[in-house]
């Protein structure tokens, strides 16, 4: 009887001890998959910590563009020096960034004019909506997002710099909408020539990265940071430290901020990313590459290209777009010691190039023009930052 008992009390032990075990293995699973549900919180704390760094005035807030790809998309956005008279700047980041990853730059570019940061729609705070599974349908959509942004912000002209992915929006906005830009800069592009035939044996793939390739072809590039749940922002880490270090100039404690806020960008709905997915061809190449367009740009539009010498971009495009507009303004700069993130990598030297493009924009006439009829221009539809949106001179967050 006794020892019934203690097999009893054994028996009723060990199945609360499995018990237990299931419900705390279900639990960790579902923290495994839920753990963006704070992201958007924390992604707005993490980029004001970031910002933090730049000493210029600026304004945090959303632009509602209504339904250009999802019922009613939205761009956040970061304005700098809105108050002055000479030509805005418009600055588009590229793939898994933010606009606050340009703040080695804010303080020098906005210094003497209007400066305006977005995150691309997909990216960052901005809405993530379904794109198309067309490349063509994925491109007129991000630019009809950029230029329903314009409307609502009320810009007239402007001058658009992106840098990778951004350049490529960029480029393909200055080719539907030409009035609209003064000056077109593009911080190592991506997207612009064709892709090699050869490519194998031009950079000597050896054949097990072909074949991880293959594999891994179907998923957006970024699927292993999601993957890995609450660890990706140490996989960012380890993935890109020289990133991070760079960044320690500017913020103090960013050997942690910088994979926080990368992985915050990237750990949500990977909605632009899937459409960049989309547009390309291998991740170094377009569907539908630049080369074949860039002849169309406006000839009076003065095109100011900067690549970093190291980069791992294809630098031919500023060759390609000498031969390609033949006699129209186009102006090439390789910086030294600079890789893909040239704004980063030398931030004064890259500052110098896009002020000087800015300052020809400043001199240049302005292009003549039939603007089609616009309704009377309206207050732009902003909605601000629940903490406030202006910052003058705001401690750091500790």
């Known amino acids: 009887m006794g020892s019934e008992l203690i097999e009893t009390a054994e028996s009723s032990s060990l199945s609360r001890t499995w018990i237990g075990s299931i ?7 579902t923290q495994w998959f839920s753990w963006t549900s704070q992201s958007d919180a924390m992604l707005r704390n993490i980029e004001k910590k970031i910002l933090s760094c730049v000493k210029t005035a600026y ?5 509602d563009i209504g339904a250009v790809v999802g019922q009613s998309d939205k761009i956040w956005t970061v304005s700098f020096n809105d108050e002055s008279p000479n030509t805005p700047l418009v600055l588009l980041h590229g793939l898994a960034s933010g606009l606050a990853l340009w703040c080695p730059n804010f303080d020098a570019l906005a210094a003497s004019r209007p400066v305006y940061a977005i995150d691309v729609l997909g990216f960052g705070r901005s809405s ?25 912000v009320n810009l007239d002209e402007f001058i658009l710099l992106g840098h990778s992915l951004g350049g490529y929006i960029a480029t393909a906005y200055a080719l539907k909408y030409p009035d609209r830009v003064r000056h077109l800069i593009l ?3 991506w997207g612009f020539p064709e892709k090699p035939a050869n490519i ?18 179907p998923l957006n590039p ?25 960044y320690t100039n500017y913020i103090p404690d960013a050997q942690t901020v910088l994979p926080e806020y990368i992985y915050q960008c990237n750990s949500q709905t990977p909605s632009g990313e899937s459409a960049f997915h989309t ?11 630049m080369v074949r367009r860039v002849g169309q740009l406006d000839p009076a539009l ?18 390609l777009l000498v031969e390609n507009r033949h006699s129209a303004k186009t102006y090439v700069q390789v910086i030294n010691g600079a890789g893909h993130h040239v704004y980063l990598d030398k931030p004064e030297i890259f500052n110098k190039f896009v002020n000087d493009a800015c300052a020809q924009a400043d001199a240049e006439p302005r292009r003549a023009r039939t603007p089609p009829p616009e309704a009377p221009a309206a207050a732009p539809a902003q909605s601000p930052d629940t903490e406030g949106t202006e910052r003058l001179n705001e401690a750091p967050l500790s």
């Open 23 to 29: 419900l705390s293995f279900l639990w960790n699973w």
């Open 187 to 189: 911080a190592d592009p």
């Open 302 to 319: 003065p095109v100011t290209v900067l690549f970093g010498a190291r980069s791992w971009v294809d630098n031919s495009t500023g060759q």
């Open 279 to 289: 547009l390309m061809s291998g991740f170094g190449w377009a569907k539908n590459p």
């Open 128 to 152: 993530r909506p379904k794109f198309a599974s067309e490349p063509e349908k994925v491109e007129a959509q991000w630019v009809e997002s950029v230029e329903e942004w314009r409307r609502e």
């Open 222 to 246: 970024l699927w292993a940071v999601r993957a890995a749940g609450p660890a990706g922002k140490w996989l960012i880490g380890k993935a890109r430290p020289d990133i991070t270090r760079k």
């Open 59 to 63: 304004k945090r807030f959303y632009v």
């Open 200 to 217: 194998n044996e031009k950079y000597q793939i050896p054949l097990w990265v072909r074949a991880v390739a293959t594999v891994v072809q």
